[in-house]
C-alpha cells in the first residue's frame, strides 16, 4: 500500500540533425565514450549483484558488456556515422532500432524476450551522450509502488529496495530476467497486467495484491482499511509458519511426508535452507546449462550440482536433467519452428538426441554424488526404452569416472518424471527399473486433457481435479508401491493447499514446491488427518467431475485450516 511511481515505457529517438564531413570524428568519438562510460556503470552494477544475489545473477550484466564490446555492433555505428552524416546518438538509435526488429520477428519466444536485454543497454548508452548522465536509481526517495509497462534488469538490479513496496508490470512473463531478478531480491511483484500503464497517475494512491495479481488504483477508505487487516493477519500467520519450519511434517495421525523445495537458480539455495524444507526435489537445470551462448562444460556443472548438495546435507538433492523444448528455452537454434512444440522435440528426447551432452551432464551429476546425497531424474518419458538408454548412459558415465579414480555414488538412485499419459498407464513397467517416480502434474493436466496450459482459450479446461488425472496420478502411486518405490509430486498441485488433503489421502510420499510455499505446505500435513484423506480419496475416484472432487478437497482443507488458505 501507497503512492504509486509510473516509469515511461522503453527509449525514444533523441534528436536527429545533419553534420559536416568535418564533424564525423568528433561525432564517432562521441559515440565510443558514452559507449565506455555505458561500460563502466554495468561493471559497478555487476559488482553490486555479485554481492548481493551471486554470480549467476551478475553474468547478466557480463552479458550487456559483451554486446558493447562485440566489432559488429561498434563498427556498424561508426561507419553509419560516416555514412549517413547524422549525429551519433540517432545513428545508434537507427542502428539498434533496426537489430531490435530483426529480434521481434524471431519466432523463438526465448530470442524475443532477449529484447528487453537490448533496449536495456541501448537505454544506458543513449542516456550516456548526455553530460548530466542521471545514474540515480530508479523510483522516488519515498517509499512507493513502482509501475512500468516493463523494466529491464538493470531497473531492477538498480532499484533501492529500501523505498521499494514492489512493482507491477504491463507486460513480462515468469521466465524474464527481471522477474528472476525480482525473486531473488524478494521484491513483491505482479506482472502481466491487463490494464494500460498509461491510466496509471504518478503518486496516486495504490494497493498492490501479489494474491490476487491486482493494481488497486485510488482504493476506497473501506478498502484499505480492509487491506490493513488483511495485512495483519498475513504478517502474523507468516511470523508463525516461521516459527514450525524445523517442526517433522506428519499428519495427526502419525503419517510422514517429506516437504522438498524446487529451485531453478544456485542464488534460491538460502531462500531454501530459511524455509525449512527437507531437501530439493526438483532442480531444474535449464537455466545453468541455457541461460549463456555456450552450455557449459563438465567441470562447470559439477561444481554447481556439488554447491547444492552441500548446502542441503544431511538433506537429498534431485537434479533433473536438461528439460528443453516446449514452452521452455531452446537447447539450440532450429532450422524451422517446431509445428506444435509440446508434442515435439523436449525433454529427455533432446538429451538422448544429443549423447555428448547429455553424457557431460550426467558426469557431473555422478561427481557431485561423490560429496552429497544426490539422485537424477529423466524428464518426459514416454516409454521404458528411453530409461533403459539413459541408464544404460549413466553405467557407461560410471565405468569412466571409476577408470579416472573419481569417486561417485555407485547406488545413484535413478528416477523419472511422470509427465506423459503413456507413462502414468505404463508405471508398472517402468517401476522396476527405477527408485523413485516424481509426478509433474503441470505437463500431466495438458497432455491428459489436450489443452494448452498457457493457451487462455482453453484454460477453462485445464483442470488439475479432472478425474483422468486423478486416476492416473494414483495408478502412478499405487504402481510404485507395488514394485517398493516411492511417489513424489513436483508440479503446481504440490504447492496448492485447497489439494493437500487429495495428494496425501491418493498416497503421495513428498511434495516438492517452491521455498515460498515450504512452510505453508508442512502446516497443512501437521493440520490433517492421514485416514481422513485417504476415505475422502477413495470416494473421489468414484467421482464424475472435477468440481466434486475439488470441493471435497476443500472441505477438509477448510475444516483443518481455514486460516492459510488465501
Not at 29 to 36: C, I, Q, S, T
Not at 171 to 200: K, Y
Not at 359 to 367: F, G
Not at 442 to 464: E, G, K, S, W
Request: charged letters at 25%.
Amino acid at each position: 500500500m501507497g503512492p504509486v511511481h509510473v516509469v515511461a515505457r522503453g527509449f525514444s529517438a533523441p534528436e536527429v540533425f545533419e553534420i559536416d564531413a568535418s564533424e564525423i570524428p568528433h561525432e564517432q568519438a562521441r559515440f565510443r565514450l558514452a559507449v565506455e562510460l555505458t561500460k563502466k556503470q554495468l561493471a559497478e552494477l555487476q559488482t553490486r549483484l555479485e554481492h548481493l544475489a551471486g554470480d549467476n545473477q551478475s553474468e547478466i550484466f557480463e552479458a550487456h558488456i559483451m554486446m558493447l564490446e562485440d566489432p559488429a555492433v561498434i563498427d556498424r555505428v561508426i561507419n553509419a556515422i560516416a555514412m549517413r552524416s547524422q549525429n551519433a546518438e540517432y545513428v545508434f538509435y537507427a542502428v539498434m532500432q533496426t537489430f531490435l526488429e530483426g529480434m521481434r520477428r524471431i519466432p523463438d519466444p526465448y530470442f524475443r524476450e532477449r529484447t528487453a536485454d537490448i533496449e536495456d543497454v541501448s537505454q544506458r548508452v543513449l542516456r550516456n551522450f548526455t553530460a548530466d548522465v542521471d545514474s540515480r536509481p530508479l523510483g522516488p526517495d519515498e517509499s512507493h509502488i513502482l509501475v512500468a509497462y516493463d523494466l529491464t534488469p538493470s531497473d531492477t538490479a538498480s532499484m533501492d529496495r529500501r523505498q521499494l513496496l514492489g512493482f507491477a508490470t504491463e507486460q513480462g512473463s515468469v521466465n524474464s530476467h527481471t522477474a528472476i531478478l525480482a525473486r531473488a531480491f524478494g521484491i513483491p511483484a505482479v506482472v502481466g497486467l491487463s490494464c494500460s500503464v498509461i491510466d496509471v497517475t504518478t503518486l496516486s494512491s495504490a494497493i498492490l495484491d501479489g494474491y490476487a495479481g491486482k493494481l488497486i488504483l485510488h482504493p476506497a477508505p473501506a478498502t484499505l482499511e480492509h487491506y490493513r487487516r488483511l495485512h495483519a493477519e498475513k504478517e502474523k500467520i507468516r511470523c508463525a509458519l516461521e516459527a514450525t519450519r524445523d517442526v517433522s511434517t506428519e499428519t495427526v495421525d502419525g503419517h510422514h511426508l517429506t516437504v522438498s523445495a524446487n529451485i531453478e537458480l544456485l542464488e534460491e539455495l538460502e531462500l531454501v535452507t530459511h524455509s525449512g524444507a527437507k531437501g530439493i526435489g526438483l532442480y531444474r537445470t535449464e537455466f545453468l546449462l541455457l541461460n549463456g551462448s555456450d552450455i557449459p562444460n563438465e567441470a562447470v556443472q559439477a561444481a554447481a550440482y556439488t554447491r547444492v548438495a552441500r548446502a542441503m546435507m544431511p538433506h537429498s538433492v534431485i537434479i533433473r536433467t536438461l528439460d528443453a523444448g516446449g514452452d521452455k528455452l531452446p537447447v539450440e537454434p532450429l532450422t524451422e519452428p517446431e509445428p506444435n512444440p509440446f508434442l515435439g522435440w523436449r525433454g529427455i528426447r533432446v538429451s538422448l538426441a544429443r549423447p555428448a551432452m547429455f553424457r557431460e551432464q550426467l558426469r557431473a551429476i555422478l561427481r557431485a554424488s561423490g560429496v552429497g546425497k544426490v539422485s537424477v531424474m529423466f524428464p518426459l518419458v514416454s516409454g521404458l526404452s528411453e530409461v533403459e538408454r539413459a541408464r544404460d548412459l549413466i553405467r557407461r558415465c560410471m565405468d569412466e569416472l571409476d577408470h579416472e579414480g573419481v569417486p561417485f555414488d555407485r547406488q545413484l538412485p535413478v528416477g523419472v518424471m511422470v509427465e506423459v499419459p503413456s507413462a502414468a498407464v505404463c508405471a508398472d513397467l517402468l517401476a522396476p527399473h527405477v527408485d523413485f517416480f516424481s509426478i509433474g502434474t503441470n505437463d500431466l493436466i495438458q497432455y491428459t486433457v489436450a489443452a494448452d496450459r498457457v493457451n487462455p482459450h482453453v484454460a477453462d479446461l485445464y483442470r488439475p481435479t479432472h478425474p483422468a488425472v486423478i486416476r492416473l496420478i494414483k495408478h502412478t502411486i499405487e504402481a510404485g508401491i507395488q514394485h517398493g518405490i516411492w511417489t513424489g509430486i513436483c508440479g503446481e498441485m504440490a504447492g496448492d493447499i485447497r489439494l493437500t488433503p487429495l495428494l496425501i489421502g491418493l498416497g503421495a510420499k513428498e511434495l516438492s514446491v517452491g521455498p515460498q510455499r515450504v512452510a505453508r505446505v508442512g502446516q497443512a500435513i501437521r493440520s490433517l488427518n492421514h485416514a481422513e484423506c485417504s476415505a475422502m480419496a477413495a470416494d473421489v475416484l468414484r467421482q464424475t467431475r472435477s468440481y466434486d472432487i475439488l470441493n471435497q478437497s476443500l472441505d477438509i482443507a477448510r475444516k483443518s485450516y481455514a486460516y492459510l488458505l488465501d
